[in-house]
C-alpha cells in the first residue's frame, strides 16, 4: 500500500502552496498599498497644518507646504515619502491662491471661515507584484484646515 502512495505528499504540498503564496503575496501588497496611502495622508496634514500658520496667499509657504507633502520638509531635500511622488502632484490652496474645484472660504452662522487645502492628486502606486495585485493610481487625497 506504501508503495503506491510514494510522492503523493509532495504533489499534495505543490497543489496548496500555489493559494497559500498568492495569498501571502496578496496580504503583503495591499499592506504596502496601506502604508504608501497611510504616509501620503499623513504627509498632506501635516502640510495643511504648516500652511495654516501663513498669511493666505504667501507663495513662499505654498512652496514650504509642497515640499513638506512630497518630502517631509520645507527644504525639499532628501528621498520623496513615497516611490514616485513629485511636487507637481501636490497642490496647495486657500483664500488668495485657489484651486479649481476646491472650496477654501465656508459661510457660517457667524461669519465666514477661510480654508486652506493641501492635497495630491494622481500618484501611481507601482505594486511590486502585479500578478496580484496590479498597477493603480490612488484617488486625491486632500486635507482641509481652518
Request: glycine letters at 8%; charged letters at 10%; a negative charge.
Amino acid at each position: 500500500m506504501r508503495k503506491h502512495m510514494t510522492g503523493a505528499i509532495a504533489v499534495e504540498l505543490g497543489i496548496l502552496m500555489i493559494p497559500l503564496v498568492t495569498l501571502a503575496f496578496g496580504i503583503t501588497e495591499y499592506g504596502r498599498a496601506i502604508y504608501s496611502y497611510n504616509t501620503l495622508a499623513k504627509s498632506v496634514r501635516d502640510a495643511a497644518r504648516y500652511l495654516t500658520s501663513h498669511t493666505p496667499g504667501d507663495p513662499q509657504a505654498h512652496a514650504d507646504a509642497q515640499c513638506m507633502a512630497a518630502f517631509g520638509n520645507a527644504d525639499c531635500t532628501g528621498t520623496p515619502l513615497a516611490p514616485g511622488l513629485t511636487q507637481a502632484m501636490v497642490q496647495t490652496c486657500d483664500a488668495v491662491l485657489t484651486c479649481p474645484g476646491v472650496t477654501t472660504s465656508v459661510t457660517t452662522g457667524t461669519g465666514t471661515i477661510n480654508l486652506v487645502a493641501v492635497r495630491i492628486v494622481g500618484y501611481p502606486y507601482d505594486s511590486v507584484v502585479e500578478w496580484v495585485m496590479p498597477d493603480m493610481t490612488f484617488n486625491n487625497i486632500a486635507v482641509y484646515m481652518r
